[in-house]
């Protein structure tokens, strides 16, 4: 009996010692955990890493518009403290020994464990990204789930106003963000998982949410002198849009790439369109003109009633795509009053809707193919079928033939709701 | 024989099942997935059923070796149709190569835990840490083997697919084409090969004494084969589904990348620890009944009464040769490469070329009351 006591207390002596993890044991507080990490092209070396780590101090709720100091110079720079986060730049040969680089002057281990945006500036993704993606999907600590968006200008300018401006929490801040994609349907949501899938793959292209920095200014000033125009074609580039506020980092639209390089960029509408035909347009809203006073915009809530059919077939040897897309809308208002909800005008709306949409993603197709020659959609998906192996597909390289391809888009609309209104009353004595 | 028997211990279909299974299946985790789709492509889903037919088939030849035989297990069989000598050589050999097998599966263990989880932490101490465990499970016997597997089966299955479950928003089915991969010809030849993945199924025959006879023997083969099947075969499709061929055969452990690929919201994610939990149970479960058996078959050779006093200098051998290797690649390419791959040339042909010299020869069974069995 006291020889299998003592056993037993042995056997839990050393799986007690054993499991402490002497060796890989790291408390919280030994390391900072880089919620973002912005890659810029080097001038020294071949690549310019900036990091942005929470601080764990109270912030007050963010500083709005961040801070441009920039303490001390040479191979390290950088730091934003009044946004609860410290900001350190640092230039190397790869991003694995950036992250090591940190070590000379952070005091703790810098951790990509709890990373959340991959940020990569534009002129970096036009040279190509492949030598700096690679480690990243390899790295342990790098998750697959973070969200890569490519930014306008120098992704440590970027990063310098990258902060919280609703509660303290930068991460929550910039979780939510991303949430706006679906929100809004303005730009993608993509994962690190989903653009270097896409990067390697041969059904398609790959894209990112496109992002950058507003400085205000496109916000004209002054009186209005004369009547104010009715412009539906309101896609933005960021740093284009017309507002102002607390917030200067801003995403809008879409950055596309053909293989690892970036080659072209869709605005905020077109990424609405783009988004219907991947079938990750979630819901927005959107201004159709009302045809019988122009004057007037009849804003519906558009979302997919289910998945784009997509077929892909070959006619002579051509390339043919055909999309279906069938959506719901609801009536967010009747400006001009009309009393579209009676049940034979809803139908006209219907066909309105139906050709705005129609046209508007024909534009978008249109222009990827020509422009780009990039399948972002994914059409390659319903070529592979055709071949009985991956030698044939591989040879036939769909990306050389995407440019060629028919594409037919039919659209179908269904208004469901109206609001809360199921008929609207003239206004008196107008 | 009755005393190895009570020994050893006795269990039923389930926790045969549950054994072979856990053995066969713990693969998933590893590499395998990743090799498939390197070699098949986008059709590794079909290759392993490819497999799986293939083991089912040979799984019935090893039936009729043991229905040839009854009461006897397979070491008792080599003995009785290729005499003592070589009889015992053979067992010698299936010993070492479970110990190798056991070794290997460790290291591979040990390997991809450093990767994921533990990169500073010696491999040694890993190694020894695991062996511990095996050595505890291994001295309570075969029957505690049984039991083990029998509680954690289910838990193991289950865990697997909620990952496949939980990943699915990020599968697309058209990723599965091509339909036949790198071809047709490519997707049988290595489908035949890989049946090698399927082969501990022959452990049954080992531990045939210990069931309740042919039956369950039967049963239990052909069960967990089928289950087997299934579980590779929904996990290579899902993998190719998540990840395309071309990433797909990129990845260290498909499983895992697929757990960690998973993402709801802010709120549910990094659910990789359900992957851990599954992964390390099965690892230590499969090295446990790999590691018993080359003792087992190693003091039936030599008709040792008992395997514990055994257990000391088989964990040192274990040690040592889980330490050969001198990177992940030289297990993965060689010795992982040859057990998932070529291992099927000894494992099966062994009994199966025994099943025909006892046939061409007209060696059967004892005489028991006066019949033939």
């Known amino acids: ?282 819901r927005g809203i959107i201004d159709i003109q009302d045809e019988e006073l122009p004057e007037y915009v009849i804003p519906m809530d558009f979302r997919l009633s289910r998945k784009p059919v997509i077929k892909g077939y070959f006619k002579k040897g051509r390339p043919v795509v055909s999309v279906s897309l069938e959506l719901e809308a609801d009536i967010g208002s009747i400006q001009s009053r009309i009393d579209y909800e009676d049940r034979n005008k809803i139908e006209k709306l219907n066909d309105d809707a139906e050709k705005y949409i129609q046209e508007r993603v024909t534009q978008v197709i249109g222009k990827v193919q020509n422009q780009y020659k990039s399948d972002i959609f994914g059409f390659g998906q319903q070529f592979a079928g055709y071949f009985s192996n991956i030698g044939e597909w591989e040879k036939f390289n769909w990306n050389s033939h995407f440019q060629e391809a028919g594409v037919n888009v039919k659209a179908n609309v269904n208004i469901r709701r109206t609001g809360l209104m199921w008929k609207s009353s003239r206004v008196t004595d107008k | 024989m009755t005393t190895i028997r009570n020994r050893e211990g006795a269990f039923g279909t389930y926790e045969a099942i549950c054994i072979t299974s856990t053995l066969m299946i713990t693969k998933i985790f590893y590499t395998s997935i990743s090799v498939i789709i390197d070699i098949e492509g986008t059709s590794g889903w079909i290759g392993t059923i490819v497999s799986c037919l293939t083991t089912l088939v040979m799984f019935s030849l090893i039936y009729m070796l043991m229905k040839r035989f009854p009461n006897k297990d397979i070491t008792q069989i080599f003995e009785a149709v290729l005499g003592r000598f070589s009889g015992k050589v053979l067992s010698l050999v299936f010993s070492a190569y479970l110990l190798f097998y056991a070794a290997s599966s460790l290291r591979e263990f040990v390997e991809m835990i450093k990767a994921y989880n533990l990169p500073y932490s010696p491999p040694s101490l890993l190694v020894f840490a695991f062996i511990a465990v095996c050595a505890i499970v291994a001295y309570y016997g075969l029957e505690g083997i049984a039991r083990i597997s029998g509680i954690f089966f289910i838990p193991v299955i289950v865990a697997l697919f909620v990952i496949l479950l939980l990943a699915s928003p990020n599968y697309n089915i058209n990723y599965m084409k091509p339909y036949l991969g790198y071809g047709l010809k490519e997707t049988v030849v290595t489908g035949l090969l890989r049946c090698s993945a399927y082969d501990e199924v022959v452990i049954l025959a080992f531990m045939i004494n210990s069931m309740h006879g042919l039956k369950t023997f039967k049963r239990a083969g052909y069960s967990s084969i089928i289950i087997t099947g299934i579980t590779f075969s929904s996990n290579l499709l899902c993998n190719v589904l998540a990840f395309t061929y071309t990433g797909g055969r990129e990845n260290l452990s498909g499983l895992f990348e697929l757990s960690r690929a998973i993402y709801f919201n802010r709120f549910v994610q990094r659910l990789e620890s359900i992957f851990l939990f599954a992964w390390v149970i099965s690892s230590l479960v499969s090295v446990a009944i790999a590691f018993y058996l080359s003792i087992n078959i190693y003091t039936k050779a030599f008709r040792i009464p008992g395997h514990r006093p055994l257990i000391f200098p088989f964990s040192f051998l274990l040690f040592m040769v889980a330490l050969i290797p001198k990177n992940m690649s030289e297990v993965v390419q060689l010795n992982i490469h040859f057990i998932r791959q070529y291992s099927c040339f000894f494992i099966y042909l062994v009994p199966v070329m025994i099943l025909f010299i006892a046939v061409i020869f007209r060696k059967r069974g004892d005489i028991v009351h006066g019949k033939k069995n």
Request: charged content about 20%; glycine content about 10%.
């Open chain 1, 1 to 282: 009996m006291v020889k299998r006591i003592s056993l037993l207390i042995i056997v839990c002596l050393f799986i007690g010692s054993v499991s402490t993890a002497c060796y890989d044991a790291v408390e919280v507080d030994d390391e900072v955990y880089a919620l973002v990490l912005g890659l810029d092209k080097g001038i020294t070396n071949k690549i310019r890493v900036t990091i942005q780590y929470p601080t764990y101090k109270n912030s007050g709720g963010g500083s709005g518009g961040g801070q441009d100091k920039k303490a001390g110079g040479g191979g390290m720079e950088g730091s934003n403290e009044a946004a609860g986060t410290n900001i350190h730049t640092i230039e190397a040969p790869s991003i694995l020994e950036a992250l090591d680089m940190y070590g000379m002057a952070v005091s703790r281990r810098v951790s990509l464990m709890h990373m959340k945006n991959l940020i990569l500036s534009e002129d970096l993704v036009k040279e190509g990204i492949q030598p700096f993606l690679a480690p990243l999907a390899r790295f342990r600590q790098a998750r697959r789930v973070v969200n890569i968006a490519v930014v306008k200008g120098p992704a440590q300018d970027y990063i310098q106003n990258n902060t919280s401006n609703i509660g303290e929490s930068l991460s929550k801040a910039m979780e939510l963000m991303s949430v706006q994609a679906d929100n809004t349907s303005f730009f993608p949501r993509v994962t690190f998982y989903n653009f270097y899938t896409a990067l390697l793959s041969t059904y398609e292209q790959g894209f990112t949410a496109y992002s950058g920095i507003n400085d205000f200014k496109q916000l004209p000033e002054g009186e209005q002198k004369t009547e104010s125009p009715l412009n539906l074609d309101n896609g933005y580039e960021p740093g284009r849009i017309p507002r102002s506020g607390v917030a200067k980092r801003e995403f809008a639209g879409t950055a596309v790439f053909k293989g690892d390089k970036m080659v072209g960029t869709l605005n905020s509408e077109e990424t609405r369109y783009f988004l219907m035909i991947t079938g990750k347009f979630k």
